[in-house]
């Protein structure tokens, strides 16, 4: 069974435009949510990351928006540029301070075209 | 600098051999994860240590053995019996309260 869900296989924008990446989850214990962003051949790097505590968190072009209600949150890039392309995985993680196992989606291909 | 390095970047061995890869953070961090990434695949937990001399089997740990008599090292084995040993593989590490980093990974063909 599938607890984090990232439905679209892959997303194709213009430079500049607004890349809206989306994931659900099913395991109402994650209280820690993170995206991370991958290039082929090499490890994922962190990109930015929400407590359920919070609704939204912005880190220059990039914001991440959480609905708890809906178990659902996306990852805004704000412009997009042809740098973004890649995978990008959504991941959750349980709260109580066991931040030691995160569940992985199975990543959206993001490509941005100039 | 710090970082996590694995070794080697490519890894080629003959079907029923064991094979060990290499992972080693020099960031301090407790906790240290096994991953594992198949086309089309999230990634997928093996292992994982919270500290040292303790680590316990993740979703997909069939197959594979792991040792962590070192803060710094968390090496895995790939055995005879896991059946599909073909994949990428990525080792993490953290602190308790904090992301997660990646190293850049070891990708393994079993001919």
């Known amino acids: 069974d599938q607890q984090v869900k990232q439905n679209s296989p892959s997303l194709s924008v213009q430079e500049g435009r607004i890349s809206i990446l989306n994931c659900d989850y099913t395991?109402?214990?994650?209280?820690?949510f993170l995206w991370y962003k991958k290039y082929p051949a090499e490890g994922p790097t962190f990109l930015i990351s929400?407590?359920?505590?919070?609704d939204k968190n912005e880190d220059g072009r990039f914001t991440v928006f959480l609905n708890k209600s809906a178990k659902h949150l996306s990852l805004h890039i704000v412009p997009s540029q042809p740098g973004d392309s890649a995978v990008y995985f959504c991941a959750a993680s349980p709260g109580g301070g066991s931040n030691y196992k995160l569940t992985f989606g199975k990543g959206t291909l993001l490509t941005v075209n100039p | 600098d710090g970082g996590i390095t694995q070794s080697p970047k490519y890894l080629f061995r003959k079907e029923g051999q064991n094979v060990t890869l290499s992972c080693e953070q020099n960031l301090n961090h407790d906790a240290m994860y096994w991953y594992r990434q198949d086309p089309g695949q999230g990634l997928r937990l093996i292992y994982y240590?919270?500290?040292?001399?303790?680590?316990q089997k993740g979703d997909i740990a069939e197959g594979y053995s792991v040792s962590r008599e070192k803060k710094e090292s968390f090496p895995l084995t790939v055995t005879s019996a896991q059946k599909n040993p073909t994949a990428f593989y990525l080792c993490?590490?953290?602190?308790?309260?904090?992301?997660?980093?990646f190293g850049p990974g070891t990708r393994l063909t079993v001919l």
């Open positions: 993490a590490s953290s602190t308790r309260q904090d992301q997660q980093f």
């Open positions: 395991n109402s214990m994650f209280d820690y």
């Open positions: 929400i407590s359920s505590i919070k």
């Open positions: 240590s919270q500290i040292v001399n303790d680590f």
